[in-house]
């Protein structure tokens, strides 16, 4: 891909010795700050990150550090336990990790100049990923080129075994139903294992090798995706064992696959650290090439924000983040294809999906404008709009609607509820590019940012500065 199209990182935060892994919290902390965990070759660090996108006050990103943990030893992965919590006296960090030596490390702190680590041996090989049990983070899943993956107590006892047919590369979690876990190896094979029967329920095949990473998508659970080779792979597990769709990625082979927890159809991948640069690309399910392509001096490992659009790779001596913004082109036979799964194209950033008070007004000017998958405040609720206007929002592969709001629609707090739409719809696309404050039509244009929504038999009405746009009609059951 041509040069120009290279996006140097958004933010970044200097460290002091290169940062093998890093790991965003996935879990609410209480706390409107989100926590970060990097670990080096002798260390682990643990800190705060808040970005402007969440507060005006910050200048690009501010992070803190709480606790630095000698570690003793380079630092292979980190999991970050449910337990751990910043609104407790005293504060509660919890997390593991895997090291070159083949031990798990089980830490536990109260942000005081001691903590508490706990050794857990048994693997004998290299550890490659390792998980905590999500609800209540009492037990740990690790896997390892040792053809295992393990399931452990906090006391360091080895509950249950099962044996690969090849290194285990990742392991994952269901959010839900702490019985279910899912195994990727590096043959291509990843299968979901019952923890109460100990046995295979389902298996995934890649069809190629070698698997180098999969994650399980934690805000819908049907899809799976992995980097195997040069590609990434995805599947949905509702309709077949072989990939649901599979494009190129990496010349020089894909290293990692991570979901965002934000958006349910984005997803980034890694390729191989070079002698130089490593290669970050965001991938959205309805765009064909990657929404953004970043580069970073011998990047290392891929985490998301718990809630932002925002990813986060290691590197020698930073950490380098990349907040993504979206613009998508919009074609009939992918909306037809795609229904009724969100296929409009949407802007991911903060800044705009946060909608309230003057935010509004850049980006809707009427009713019925819609803005995809918006992204929750820092208390998990969807931003506050005006009566007028409408919020489409992307959960399990349904489409729910917020439409012509009328005071019997607000619940006893006066906040919005969504209702579920299956009527038939119809779509009217524009061709939209952002201008300082306002939005104008653009004649022409395959690039667009915002939708009007009608139901079936009724056109929405139009902004003022739509009129100017390019107009494609789209119908779509659902």
């Not at 070759?41 to 970005?51: E, K, M, P, S, W």
């Not at 751990?84 to 089980?106: E, S």
């Not at 702490?178 to 990727?184: E, Y």
């Not at 990047?299 to 990813?311: E, F, I, K, N, V």
Request: with cysteine; hydrophobic share 35%.
């Amino acid at each position: 891909m041509p040069d120009e199209t290279v996006r140097s990182a958004s933010y970044t935060v200097p460290c002091e010795d290169y940062v093998h892994v890093v790991e965003f919290s996935p879990f609410d902390c209480g706390s409107l700050v989100s926590l970060l965990a990097y670990g080096g070759n002798q260390y682990v660090v643990v800190g705060t990150c808040r970005f402007k996108e969440e507060d005006t006050e910050v200048e690009d990103v501010e992070f803190t550090s709480l606790q630095v943990f000698l570690h003793g030893v380079r630092v292979d992965a980190i999991a970050w336990s449910p337990e751990t919590r910043l609104d407790k006296l005293p504060p509660v960090i919890r997390f593991c990790t895997a090291a070159a030596d083949r031990k798990i490390r089980l830490w536990t702190s109260e942000l005081q100049n001691s903590c508490d680590v706990k050794v857990i041996e048994g693997h004998t090989s290299y550890i490659n990923h390792l998980v905590f049990e999500p609800a209540e983070g009492k037990q740990i899943a690790s896997v390892s080129d040792d053809h295992t993956c393990r399931v452990w107590d906090l006391d360091g006892n080895e509950t249950i075994s099962f044996r690969l047919r090849s290194p285990g590369i990742s392991v994952c979690w269901h959010p839900e139903d702490n019985c279910k876990l899912m195994v990727a190896e590096k043959k291509g094979t990843i299968r979901f294992y019952d923890l109460l029967t100990q046995h295979a329920i389902l298996s995934l095949d890649s069809g190629q090798v070698p698997l180098m990473s999969a994650d399980w998508c934690l805000t819908n659970t049907i899809k799976v995706g992995a980097v195997v080779a040069n590609d990434w792979v995805i599947w949905d597990i509702t309709r077949s064992s072989y990939p649901l769709e599979k494009r190129p990625a990496h010349v020089d082979k894909a290293r990692h696959f991570r979901w965002s927890r934000a958006n349910e159809n984005l997803f980034a991948t890694t390729g191989y650290p070079g002698k130089i640069n490593s290669q970050l690309l965001v991938h959205h399910l309805g765009h064909p090439q990657p929404v953004m392509i970043g580069s970073a001096s011998v990047g290392a490992d891929l985490s998301w924000h718990r809630s932002l659009p925002l990813c986060v790779i290691g590197g020698d001596r930073k950490l380098f983040f990349w907040m993504t913004e979206i613009w998508l082109k919009v074609e009939p036979k992918v909306a037809k294809r795609q229904e009724p799964a969100v296929f409009i194209a949407e802007r991911l950033s903060m800044r705009q999906k946060n909608c309230t008070g003057a935010h509004i007004d850049r980006f809707i000017d009427s009713a019925r404008i819609i803005i995809c998958s918006p992204i929750p405040n820092a208390t998990g609720e969807l931003p506050s709009l005006d009566r007028d206007a409408c919020v489409v929002g992307e959960t399990d592969a349904m489409l729910f609607v917020l439409q012509q709001l009328n005071p019997e629609d607000e619940d006893k707090h006066g906040k919005l509820k969504c209702k579920e739409n299956t009527r038939r719809r119809e779509l009217f696309f524009f061709s939209k590019k952002s201008t300082g404050d306002s939005i104008k039509g653009e004649q022409g244009s395959s690039q667009v940012n915002c939708a009007m929504f009608g139901q079936e038999g009724v056109r929405p009405k139009e902004s003022p500065h739509m009129t100017s746009g390019k107009e494609s009609k789209i119908s779509c059951s659902s």
